[in-house]
């Protein structure tokens, strides 16, 4: 029995669908294939076009890539106007991965590390840079008496509730939901157990962020802090005045003064303690935990005095009167004029 031949043009058909295919993948290929060269973290907000998304790209990554991606949420006749959020880009992400993303992919977290702030400004100026609202919107919420007094603060002590540390958020968080988060945070480190040395020790909350943030201006040194903090919790408790010298830095604006005069001591602000008794009526600079756990935990000694060390390592005397405390005095205004620092 004789088998029959294929039909030619079942032959062609084939051919050209297998012509077709190579097309296509020939197309499909630098959207389905190649990668993105680097790793990007897309900023979208909501009503932005997709010439608005691909210009950012561009900045980001390539003029190449972001063009692909352009074009495929072009012909898939993609609407990014409703999407808002930051979107992570990895490093070899295809263009046709990336539409996905933006078209339905949840937006990324953005991490929010931040320590060595001593002024809302500072703050403001770095919470600023990592989210959409801004500085001048952050900034006029911790201005803002009523936002402040919402979450139990004043302008002055609001910072307080800002503990230094990693923290991640979405890039399109409102400063008044930051505030109510950080309070959060701030709660839970606040236990029972540190309330209740803090009352112990006749203070509030924020009194103690307070001291921590003196005593951290006072002394890089984390085994000192402690002695530190008792010391002027030691005045505290006999009514002398703070006399400490970070709070007139602070008052002033230039925490790079080597030595303070007899004029800046007098600077008229209710953060200076040379003038006025008491605690300032908010930190000088955000305390780390540590440092807050170092004002609860601070060892009983009767110390009223420090000088800084004469050997400019960092650390200090520490006296219980006043003819002691004037020797480390000389000693140390003798090793700024030796090195003639004014």
Same mark, same amino acid.
């Given at each position: 029995?004789?088998?029959r031949k ?15 295919a ?17 790793s ?6 909501r ?6 998304v691909?210009?950012s ?6 003029v ?22 930051a ?21 990324s ?11 809302r ?15 001048d ?13 919402a ?23 409102t ?34 962020e ?17 002695m ?8 505290? $408790? ?6 400490? +010298?970070?709070?007139?830095?602070? !008052?002033?604006?230039? =925490? #790079?003064? &080597? ?18 008794r ?11 935990k540590?440092?807050?756990? $170092? ?6 000694? +009767?110390?009223?005095y420090?000088c !800084?060390?004469?050997d =400019? #390592?960092g &650390? ?12 480390n ?14």
């Amino acid at each position: 029995m004789n088998k029959r031949k294929p039909n030619k043009w079942l032959r062609v058909g084939a051919i050209a669908l297998m012509v077709a295919a190579i097309g296509v993948g020939a197309w499909l290929w630098p959207y389905a294939m190649t990668g993105a060269p680097d790793s990007a973290m897309l900023k979208i907000r909501r009503g932005s076009s997709t010439s608005v998304v691909t210009d950012s790209l561009e900045r980001s990554l390539d003029v190449t890539f972001a063009r692909r991606v352009g074009r495929l949420l072009q012909i898939t006749g993609s609407d990014l106007s409703g999407r808002q959020g930051a979107f992570e880009i990895k490093k070899g992400d295809s263009p046709l991965r990336v539409v996905r993303l933006l078209r339905s992919g949840a937006p990324s977290g953005i991490k929010f590390t931040f320590n060595n702030v001593r002024t809302r400004d500072e703050f403001a100026t770095r919470w600023g840079a990592k989210f959409m609202a801004g500085r001048d919107a952050m900034l006029k919420l911790l201005s803002d008496s009523a936002a402040c007094a919402a979450v139990g603060r004043t302008p002055d002590n609001v910072v307080g509730l800002f503990q230094p540390d990693s923290y991640e958020f979405y890039w399109d968080i409102t400063p008044e939901q930051f505030l109510e988060k950080m309070k959060g945070f701030h709660d839970r480190f606040w236990t029972d157990e540190r309330l209740a040395k803090a009352r112990a020790e006749g203070l509030t909350p924020e009194q103690v962020e307070v001291i921590a943030s003196i005593v951290e201006e006072e002394t890089a040194k984390a085994d000192e802090r402690p002695m530190v903090a008792r010391l002027y919790m030691n005045r505290i $408790a006999t009514g002398m005045p703070l006399q400490a +010298d970070p709070t007139v830095k602070f !008052a002033i604006g230039d =925490f #790079s003064i &080597r030595r303070l005069t007899i004029p800046m001591t007098r600077t008229v602000s209710p953060y200076n303690t040379y003038i006025n008794r008491g605690l300032p009526p908010g930190p000088i600079r955000l305390p780390e935990k540590a440092t807050l756990d $170092a004002v609860l935990n601070a060892p009983k000694h +009767d110390y009223i005095y420090m000088c !800084a060390k004469e050997d =400019f #390592s960092g &650390r200090h005397n520490f006296a219980v009167d006043y003819a002691a405390h004037q020797a480390n005095a000389r000693r140390y205004q003798a090793a700024l004029n030796a090195r003639n620092i004014h």
